[in-house]
């Protein structure tokens, strides 16, 4: 059975569909495409699940002191309640009476998929749908030797060598669905391998075992 990575890519979504060390790189139109991929035992994605009511996330905070200099490619969750915002004046309005802060632009950003997310995962939760973050992976791929930016030679060079060693990645890249950014092909293969080792048992989260007001863990996986 296979395991499916997911990164979000200009209102839609990269999926990285990985058997043994086979990968496939698919583009999917929303998350409902994601879950319908047949025969997948488990799937990944780059985006918050669980979701606070009043405070920060104690994961994107871990996460952030685990990636050192990377950190800030962990952007702070929204709130649950700024789901339900119509515009990013409204979000900050929402953000500030639960928190006292306003939100983030890039959290605001992020928001119509997190919504499109949680949607589509209904109740109760599924644990057949786990929150990661692609640097992580590479870190632990990599034993820390992935350093540089995804969007430089450098960094780009390092990802494609961490996950060579573990999937077919090239060959995955050669036969891409046209358009598919550089960046976002790599980001889920990563989620991918991700997801392959918290099937297998051998996952790392980060996080306090807290669940949200629907039950979905505020956690961070690789």
Request: aromatic share 4%.
């Amino acid at each position: 059975m296979a395991v499916l990575g997911v990164d979000g890519w200009r209102g839609r979504w990269v999926g990285a569909l990985l058997t043994g060390r086979t990968v496939e790189l698919l583009v999917l139109d929303d998350v409902a495409a994601a879950l319908a991929v047949p025969d997948v035992d488990l799937m990944a994605i780059d985006m918050p699940i669980g979701l606070s009511e009043s405070g920060r996330r104690i994961c994107d905070d871990h996460a952030r002191t685990r990636l050192g200099r990377a950190g800030s490619s962990v952007f702070p969750a929204p709130l649950r309640p700024v789901l339900s915002a119509v515009d990013y004046v409204d979000a900050c309005r929402i953000s500030i009476a639960a928190s006292g802060k306003a939100l983030s632009k890039q959290a605001w950003n992020l928001t119509p998929a997190i919504r499109q997310l949680d949607d589509a995962l209904g109740d109760p939760p599924s644990e057949r749908v786990v929150e990661v973050h692609p640097e992580l992976a590479f870190r632990a791929l990599s034993s820390g030797a992935v350093s540089d930016p995804k969007v430089t030679a450098r960094g780009t060079m390092q990802r494609l060598t961490a996950l060579s060693a573990v999937m077919d990645v090239e060959q995955a890249l050669t036969d891409a669905p046209r358009l598919v950014p550089m960046v976002d092909a790599l980001d889920a293969c990563a989620t991918a391998w991700s997801a392959q080792r918290i099937r297998d048992g051998r996952g790392e989260c980060v996080g306090d075992g807290a669940l949200d007001s629907r039950g979905r863990p505020m956690r961070i996986c690789w």
